[in-house]
């Protein structure tokens, strides 16, 4: 079974500045790999994910993901932090079950932007 | 187009007592699968279904199952209900059942057990 560490279950960034959100899975074939966003009292936006294509992925809102095979990593990144976006983010890993599929979470990391 | 729908929104029940939860994939999704999302935690896979039946199950008791429909909705049921129960429970619609498909959520249902 596949799994997936968050390194962080909170991060704090001023507005304007880097975000990074890290991301480690473990898989013995080439994953997809997922970045959700949950707002407060909300369910799970699909931010980006990644399909074996291209190694950096862009998604929505300025987001973007590298997919890193030797560092078993997929870290989010956002150039610059705005306060809209204050949320809850999950890393996610596609795995096979039975004879379907499943989304595999990590715990998530908060992030908290700071005016 | 409409997103996944969720009902209903909030829940409360008592221990004991028997759940149904309803979900409405995204038109032209014939796959839907359930998760648990326990609070301060990430989503825990319940159930999926394709085309009616049943494709994976996840580590949950017998007391959980699901069902598909013709026109591709699902119900979620619980039955004796524990406190351990009380969570937000997200409904995901896809395409297909392939790990390639993203899957798509809905604004997920809080039930909360007394």
């Known amino acids: 079974a596949q799994s997936v560490t968050q390194l962080g279950s909170h991060v704090s960034v001023s507005e304007g500045a880097l975000v990074l959100l890290r991301c480690n899975y473990s898989?013995?074939?080439?994953?997809?790999l997922f970045w959700y966003v949950q707002y407060p009292n909300q369910g799970l936006q699909l931010l980006l994910k990644y399909t074996s294509a291209a190694t950096l992925v862009k998604g929505i809102n300025g987001f973007e993901a590298e997919f890193k095979k030797s560092e078993t990593s997929f870290h989010l990144t956002k150039p610059s932090a705005h306060m809209s976006d204050a949320a809850e983010y999950f890393c996610?890993?596609?795995?096979?079950?039975?004879?379907?599929?499943?989304?595999?979470f990590g715990g998530g990391t908060r992030l908290m932007v700071k005016p | 187009d409409a997103g996944v729908t969720q009902s209903p929104t909030h829940l409360i029940k008592t221990r004991g007592q028997q759940v149904t939860l309803r979900c409405s994939p995204i038109?032209?999704?014939?796959?839907v699968s359930w998760y648990q999302q326990v609070l301060g935690q990430g989503p825990q896979f319940i159930f999926q279904y394709y085309e009616k039946e049943e494709r994976g199950r996840g580590n949950f008791p017998d007391r959980f199952s699901a069902r598909q429909f013709p026109n591709y909705s699902s119900e979620l049921n619980v039955n004796a209900l524990l406190l351990g129960d009380s969570a937000l429970y997200l409904c995901?619609?896809?395409?297909?059942?392939?790990?390639?498909?993203?899957?798509?959520f809905g604004p997920g249902t809080r039930l909360t057990v007394t």
């Open positions: 996610a890993v596609s795995d096979v079950v039975n004879a379907g599929n499943m989304l595999t």
């Open positions: 038109s032209g999704h014939k796959s």
């Open positions: 995901a619609s896809s395409l297909a059942d392939r790990e390639s498909y993203e899957q798509y």
């Open positions: 898989s013995s074939v080439p994953p997809y």
